[in-house]
């Protein structure tokens, strides 16, 4: 105890003093400051929604007593604060309203306050972030919707999608409908995430159109909207224009000018496409016909006609695809044609040439065909059929296609060339003109013992009325036209372009040739006493050269125009062809031009004629539409010529970017009278696949689609089919392909 408190007793003043100094020292008074807080630390805001506080406080230290100045910084475009600046009594809070208009984008940010007072300065900050207001989406299912006059759609599904947890009802009421279609309901209420269907039903009386419906959804100051696009079939009472013969008219114009619903719009690879596929038994050569209003087991339908080279005769549904009815032609123990070693017609032939349809003649209705086959024996047949619409039967017994005609050339036997069928196929679409049903028949590759044989037969009786060779004292002169048909006009004259074979350059008083051979020729027929017979024709300087090269004019077929006014008033009737010696011919038809066998083709008595218009042969037919010529050859573009003063012009207003492989396309135009005008044209050869295009016929160069632009082949149907012809009505285009017929139109999403 004594050895502790003895250096304790032993401190010396000086000691004390240190240690009170330094005492003195630890216990100074802090100096006067602040701290500043801002409360909440985090806000969230929503635009156009009331503002929210934010409370700012100085909190002071070392008893500090002064004012202190606040501002604030970082505030993003559109969102305020109100007021923008502070002055706080330490310990005494104030309140910031910060709020976001309506334009505010969404998005973090920092707000940050700071205090000042004299040297002294502090800061806080608020994490702000502006939120999106709650909102909905609207949206419909499918998107394109297609109803036929007298039937309902498919349901539309209505959905509203709730955003930025909206909550609440969405009234949605449907407006743009077109005349005779009704929405049931025609309003509805939804919750979101639960789709309402709406069903659309068109009246009997409704026209074809196509149309956008809007959905417009409401719910408070939100609005939204979903567009449908709806395509309506005009009933078959009053749908588009019948296609009975081939190129839609006895013109041969190629032009269907009936069509509402595919327009330049359209008609492109995300709103069109191959829609279905009709599976057939065999190669479709002819074009398909088409019927409204057609009464098949108590039910009207649109119905789509075609036939096989397997000698099967099909009726579709043209609105759903269905089949009606299949009928094979052939006889008992027959079988189609084999292709006599040509690949012009193969592997199979029997049914070649397009129909052709008299809904009058009958109790429903009749179409006309020609069916080739081969019997057990090996011998060949071409029968002459009349068929029931409704039921595919034939309404009379078929008649068997026999003939013969005076003359001395191929295949005559005591004065009369006689029809012998096997060389012959009947290719070119028939023609039904004044009550008789006309054919024209060709050969097979130009093999064998043939001449140019042009038969009418009597639509009532189905028994022959008009035989007529144009190379009886010859041979060879067939009728192929590379499936085209003879044509006709108002007064009952016919037209037809006549392949190689003997022309007689020895001419009689009339400037006909002296033997009545017309080979390599462009004829008019007329019946003459009931008897029919060429009235004209026209056929080049060379033509006998022409002919023993194979470079004929029959390769291609014609077109009829519409009257043409010339600068004068002076009205022209004119047809128009081409074949493979690549010139195209515009022919007076009261005046065809004849024979001038002066070596100058400027000597050619016709009316005009473009010398090597076509880069190779041709192998098709033109198309007319808006006072324009569309025509394309073998390996080359298609091209628009303008008729101007009752000519055509001689260079081209418009090509195509696409030069078109062996055999070249027919084309054929839609168009809502002369507006929406689509030049359609097929790229069908035989060893490729093969692709539609469409093309904006006020310009060639402007292609809307092609089959090819789709993605993962969706519009694609196969191999070419040579000598195809697209047929477009009611907003579908029809093609014919090796196994069936490939349908385009307007997508169903």
């Given at each position: 105890?004594?050895?502790f408190?003895?250096?304790?007793l032993?401190?010396?003043?000086?000691?004390?003093?240190?240690?009170?100094?330094?005492?003195?020292?630890?216990?100074?008074?802090?100096?006067?400051?602040?701290?500043?807080?801002?409360n909440?630390?985090?806000?969230?805001?929503?635009?156009?929604?009331?503002?929210?506080?934010?409370?700012?406080?100085?909190?002071?230290?070392?008893?500090?007593?002064?004012?202190?100045s606040?501002?604030?910084?970082?505030?993003?475009?559109?969102?305020?604060?109100?007021?923008?600046?502070?002055?706080?009594t330490?310990g005494?809070?104030?309140?910031?309203?910060?709020?976001?208009?309506?334009?505010?984008m969404?998005?973090?940010s920092?707000?940050t306050?700071?205090?000042?007072?004299?040297?002294?300065?502090?800061?806080?900050?608020?994490?702000?972030?502006?939120?999106?207001?709650?909102?909905?989406?609207?949206?419909?299912?499918?998107?394109?919707?297609?109803?036929?006059?007298?039937?309902?759609?498919?349901?539309?599904?209505?959905?509203?999608?709730?955003?930025?947890?909206?909550a609440?009802?969405?009234?949605?009421?449907?407006?743009?409908?077109?005349?005779?279609?009704?929405?049931?309901p025609?309003?509805?209420?939804?919750?979101?995430?639960?789709?309402?269907?709406?069903?659309?039903s068109?009246?009997v009386?409704?026209q074809?159109?196509?149309?956008?419906?809007?959905?417009?959804?409401?719910?408070?100051?939100?609005?939204?909207?979903?567009?449908?696009?709806?395509?309506?079939?005009?009933?078959?009472?009053?749908?588009?224009?019948?296609?009975?013969?081939?190129?839609?008219?006895?013109?041969?114009?190629?032009?269907?000018?009936?069509?509402t619903?595919?327009?330049?719009?359209n008609?492109?690879?995300?709103?069109?496409?191959?829609?279905?596929?009709?599976?057939?038994?065999?190669?479709?050569?002819?074009?398909?016909?088409y019927?409204?209003?057609?009464?098949?087991g108590?039910?009207?339908h649109?119905?789509?006609?075609?036939?096989?080279?397997h000698g099967?005769?099909?009726?579709?549904?043209?609105?759903?695809?269905?089949?009606?009815w299949?009928?094979?032609?052939?006889?008992?123990?027959?079988?189609?044609?084999?292709?006599?070693?040509?690949s012009?017609?193969?592997?199979?032939?029997?049914?070649?040439?397009?129909?052709?349809?008299?809904?009058?003649q009958?109790?429903?209705?009749?179409?006309?065909?020609?069916?080739?086959?081969?019997?057990?024996?090996?011998?060949?047949?071409?029968?002459?059929?009349?068929?029931?619409?409704?039921?595919?039967?034939?309404?009379?017994?078929?008649?068997?296609v026999?003939?013969?005609?005076?003359?001395?050339?191929?295949?005559?036997?005591?004065?009369?060339?006689?029809?012998?069928?096997?060389?012959?196929?009947?290719?070119?679409?028939?023609?039904?003109?004044?009550?008789t049903?006309?054919?024209?028949?060709?050969?097979?590759?130009d093999?064998?013992?043939?001449?140019?044989?042009?038969?009418?037969?009597?639509?009532?009786t189905?028994?022959?009325?008009?035989?007529?060779?144009v190379?009886?004292?010859?041979?060879?002169?067939?009728?192929?036209?590379?499936?085209?048909?003879?044509a006709?006009?108002?007064?009952?004259?016919?037209?037809?372009l006549?392949?190689?074979?003997?022309?007689?350059?020895?001419?009689?008083?009339?400037?006909?040739?002296?033997n009545g051979?017309?080979?390599?020729a462009?004829?008019?027929?007329?019946?003459?006493?009931?008897?029919?017979?060429?009235?004209?024709?026209?056929t080049m300087?060379n033509?006998?050269?022409?002919?023993?090269?194979?470079?004929?004019?029959?390769?291609?077929?014609?077109?009829?125009?519409?009257?043409?006014?010339?600068?004068?008033?002076?009205?022209?009737r004119?047809?128009?062809?081409?074949?493979?010696?690549?010139?195209?011919?515009?022919?007076?038809?009261?005046?065809?031009?004849?024979?001038?066998p002066?070596?100058?083709?400027?000597?050619?008595?016709?009316?005009?004629?473009?010398?090597?218009?076509?880069?190779?042969?041709?192998?098709s037919?033109?198309?007319?539409?808006n006072?324009?010529?569309?025509?394309?050859a073998?390996?080359?573009a298609?091209?628009?010529?303008?008729m101007?003063d009752?000519?055509?012009?001689?260079?081209?207003?418009?090509v195509?970017?696409?030069?078109?492989?062996?055999?070249?396309p027919?084309?054929?135009?839609?168009?809502?009278?002369?507006?929406?005008?689509?030049?359609?044209?097929?790229?069908?050869?035989?060893g490729?696949?093969a692709?539609?295009?469409?093309?904006?016929?006020?310009?060639?160069?402007?292609?809307?689609?092609?089959s090819n632009?789709?993605?993962?082949?969706?519009?694609?149907?196969?191999?070419?089919?040579?000598?195809?012809?697209?047929?477009?009505?009611?907003?579908?285009?029809?093609?014919?392909?090796?196994?069936?017929?490939?349908?385009?139109?307007?997508?169903s999403?």
């Open positions: 105890m004594g050895s408190t003895r250096p304790y032993a401190c010396s003043v000086l000691a004390l003093c240190f240690v009170f100094v330094s005492c003195s020292g630890s216990n100074s008074k802090p100096a006067a400051d602040f701290g500043l807080t801002s909440p630390g985090t806000l969230t805001l929503i635009p156009g929604s009331a503002p929210q506080q934010i409370t700012v406080n100085a909190m002071p230290s070392g008893g500090f007593m002064g004012s202190v606040v501002t604030v910084s970082g505030l993003p475009a559109g969102v305020t604060a109100q007021p923008s600046s502070l002055t706080l330490p005494m809070p104030q309140s910031v309203s910060v709020s976001a208009a309506s334009s505010a969404g998005g973090n920092t707000l306050f700071t205090g000042t007072s004299g040297s002294l300065s502090h800061t806080s900050s608020v994490a702000l972030t502006i939120s999106p207001p709650p909102d909905f989406s609207l949206s419909i299912a499918p998107a394109t919707v297609t109803v036929t006059a007298g039937a309902s759609s498919s349901s539309v599904n209505v959905t509203a999608t709730a955003l930025n947890a909206f609440g009802n969405i009234a949605v009421s449907i407006s743009g409908l077109p005349n005779g279609i009704t929405a049931a025609s309003t509805l209420t939804l919750t979101t995430g639960t789709p309402q269907s709406v069903s659309l068109a009246a009386t409704a074809a159109s196509a149309s956008t419906v809007t959905f417009s959804g409401t719910a408070g100051s939100l609005a939204h909207s979903a567009i449908l696009a709806l395509n309506v079939l005009g009933s078959p009472v009053t749908n588009a224009a019948d296609v009975t013969t081939y190129h839609y008219d006895t013109a041969r114009t190629g032009l269907n000018s009936t069509e619903i595919l327009t330049i719009a008609v492109n690879s995300s709103q069109f496409g191959k829609v279905a596929f009709y599976s057939m038994d065999g190669k479709v050569d002819a074009q398909p016909l019927l409204a209003n057609v009464s098949i108590g039910k009207l649109n119905v789509i006609y075609t036939g096989t080279e099967t005769l099909y009726a579709f549904d043209a609105d759903n695809g269905t089949q009606l299949q009928t094979s032609l052939l006889g008992a123990n027959e079988t189609p044609s084999d292709d006599h070693g040509c012009q017609i193969s592997p199979e032939i029997g049914i070649s040439a397009t129909p052709v349809i008299d809904r009058k009958g109790p429903h209705g009749t179409l006309f065909t020609v069916v080739t086959s081969k019997d057990a024996n090996g011998g060949y047949h071409h029968r002459f059929h009349s068929i029931d619409l409704t039921t595919g039967s034939d309404t009379q017994n078929p008649t068997e026999t003939a013969s005609f005076p003359g001395t050339g191929q295949n005559s036997q005591g004065g009369n060339v006689v029809f012998d069928p096997a060389p012959y196929a009947e290719r070119a679409a028939l023609l039904l003109s004044n009550g049903v006309y054919t024209g028949w060709t050969s097979h590759c093999h064998g013992a043939y001449t140019g044989w042009i038969m009418g037969y009597s639509e009532s189905l028994q022959q009325t008009q035989v007529l060779n190379t009886p004292n010859g041979t060879m002169g067939s009728v192929w036209m590379s499936g085209n048909g003879i006709a006009d108002s007064n009952g004259s016919l037209y037809v006549v392949a190689n074979g003997t022309f007689d350059t020895s001419l009689d008083g009339n400037a006909f040739p002296a051979d017309f080979g390599n462009m004829l008019r027929l007329s019946l003459v006493n009931g008897k029919l017979m060429v009235a004209d024709y026209f300087y033509t006998q050269s022409e002919s023993s090269q194979d470079v004929d004019l029959g390769s291609g077929g014609p077109l009829l125009l519409p009257d043409q006014a010339d600068s004068h008033g002076v009205v022209h004119l047809i128009v062809g081409a074949g493979k010696d690549r010139n195209i011919y515009l022919a007076d038809r009261d005046n065809l031009g004849k024979f001038n002066s070596t100058n083709p400027a000597d050619n008595n016709i009316y005009q004629e473009l010398v090597g218009a076509n880069l190779g042969m041709s192998f037919s033109a198309a007319y539409f006072g324009v010529l569309y025509s394309a073998d390996g080359d298609l091209k628009a010529y303008p101007v009752a000519k055509m012009s001689t260079t081209p207003s418009s195509s970017a696409t030069k078109f492989l062996h055999p070249g027919t084309p054929t135009v839609s168009a809502n009278g002369t507006q929406n005008g689509i030049v359609w044209a097929l790229d069908s050869n035989t490729q696949p692709v539609l295009h469409a093309y904006d016929a006020t310009n060639l160069a402007r292609e809307i689609y092609n632009e789709a993605p993962n082949g969706r519009d694609s149907f196969g191999k070419g089919n040579k000598f195809i012809t697209p047929m477009v009505i009611n907003g579908k285009v029809y093609v014919g392909t090796p196994t069936g017929v490939a349908v385009f139109g307007l997508l999403q």
